[in-house]
DNA sequence: CGACTTTGACCTGCGC
DNA sequence: GCGCAGGTCAAAGTCG
């Protein structure tokens, strides 16, 4: 990836059933769109998207954002950084209509909203002479003209939250790549020190699948002595694992990987990883999640035991990519959306996606960096669950059961949000946001409450997994890399997604940034990250 | 017309 | 060998 391109275009579809600031697709010359999710009925155009400007140069596009979103009034002058020309006039004549007094004057820094200017003017005032029948009226009339203003609102701050996670999930893939770089000494001795210890290859399989990424140009121009990891070719023989896109690649055309990469690991654990499954639970109402990734529905089937229909998908970004999915509603709880992923892409992948594939890859490798050589070790679930998730032993599972490894993750369970929150600087925590436990509101349409809600749960996993992978060389928690901002991006979202009362969850959201934002600053590691977090503190 | 979903038919592996 | 279940194929249908 060229991560010194100029700035371009993300486009984000406000229609998807996931309003994930994941969904990216590549175009070509710096343009980066979004493309229609398959799971909207598969047909393309319609429904609203929405444009910003994006770069893949996390410091310009946090100055482009910065410089977009520290402009005088948002509601007058961002509108047109987010919607096209009727959803804008619509907003215009709204506001012109309304009675209300509204002086948000957002001028956060990244978030585009500043402490001091919180204060939210409702103007429900009686005029003197009006009976009280018409000031009732008028004050109904107010309000509801409130309510559309607010969730005019709320819509575009939905957008500037997704715009925010995107380019912090691009500037985070880039962090992991430079501590991959960085730890690529460590990782070599400590790979000697492996196979003289007897490693079985596990340890070994865990740094392959952390060799992540289209920046494989960093990695190419790496001096490491180690073996560089490159993605899949596209032939499938090349393939070696699958978890969601990233796993273990050989090249069986370069005579020094062949000697590096052919491992001590047995045929039989190959075999064993090759067909190696990521499972995804996530509460969601929409038909799937939203990966990065696009997809092509080619069969579905009524699986026993369950009267859900269970969808098969395949990986379109490529041709021949052998990536699959299968996506299940539980028999249990049809809330549950259960997301199975097999292969490995043999195609870059958008930086959201890489996360998301990170993630998973991160479970998985450190499912298999706990075992040996015995399938016992590979059930081994209290490790994956000690290693990855010390916060939460109840996230990730592996089943025994199928006939080959599942890795779990449960994204349907989440640790005390407030415990994320508190999370003193320096500890790592896997942070599935701490949104997940946010109090529900049970007469909120889909779209407000569990859709995005799941959302932000499943775009927490993106980035703090990915997180996760890149900090994790070995199955040990190390610390630390600071998951303030994705919290606070997700508790913004969650707060504004989960309550209508935008003023009350507004102030909470703003409180969570302003009081979450310590840890940040105390443990950045990246001039990029001490920047966004310094801008939070402004 | 192309891209995509739907859905019945077909293939394959596994247990009995 | 047979039946079952999971997975895949491909023709038909849908939509913009």
Known sequence: ????????????????????????????????????????????????????????????????????????????????????????????????????????????????????????????????????????????????????????????????????????????????????????????????????????????????????????????????????????????????????????????????????????????????????????????????????????????????????PRAYYRCTMATGCPVRKQVQRCADDRSILITTYEGTHNHPLPPAAMAMASATSAAASTLFSGSTSSADGLMNSNFLSRAVLPCSSSVATISASAPFPTVTLDLTRSPDPLQSLRTPAGQFQFPFPALGALPQPPSLPPVFGQTLLNQSRFSGLQVSSGMAAAQFPHPKPQTTMPSSLEETVNAATAAITADPNFTAVLAAAIKSIIGGNDQAVNSSQNDNVAKKSYSLQQ
């Open 1 to 308: 990836m060229d991560n010194s391109g100029g700035i371009g275009v993300l486009t984000l579809d406000t229609s998807a059933p996931l309003f994930l600031a994941s969904s990216l697709s590549y175009g070509g010359g710096g343009i980066l769109k979004r493309k229609q999710p398959m799971d909207s009925g598969g047909h393309h155009g319609g429904a609203g998207t929405i444009e910003f400007p994006f770069s893949l140069n996390p410091r310009r596009d946090a100055e482009t954002a910065n410089e977009a979103l520290t402009s005088k009034r948002v509601v007058a002058d961002e509108v047109d950084f987010f919607s096209d020309e009727k959803k804008k006039q619509k907003k215009k004549d709204t506001i012109a209509a309304s009675p209300v007094e509204t002086d948000l004057d957002l001028k956060v820094p990244s978030l585009g909203i500043k402490k001091e200017d919180l204060t939210i003017q409702t103007g429900l005032h009686l005029r003197n002479g009006d009976t009280a029948k018409e000031s009732v009226d008028d004050g109904m009339a107010a309000m509801q003209a409130e309510l559309a203003r607010m969730n005019e609102e709320n819509q575009k701050l939905r957008g500037m939250l997704s715009q925010v996670n995107s380019s912090y999930s691009a500037l985070q893939m880039q962090l992991a790549t430079l501590m991959q770089q960085r730890n690529r000494t460590p990782q070599a001795h400590e790979e000697k020190i492996d196979a003289e210890n007897g490693d079985q290859g596990g340890a070994r399989v865990l740094r392959q699948f952390l060799d992540l990424g289209p920046d494989a140009d960093v990695d190419e121009h790496s001096n490491s002595s180690t073996a560089s990891l490159e993605r899949s070719s596209s032939t499938p023989e090349n393939v070696e694992v699958g978890s969601m896109g990233y796993g273990l690649h050989k090249n069986e055309g370069n005579p020094r990987e062949a000697l590096e990469l052919t491992p001590t690991a047995t045929a039989e654990q190959e075999s064993t990883m090759r067909r190696t499954r990521v499972s995804v639970r996530a509460r969601s109402e929409a038909p799937t999640i939203t990966d990065g990734c696009q997809w092509r529905k080619y069969g579905q089937k009524i699986a026993k035991g369950n009267p859900c």
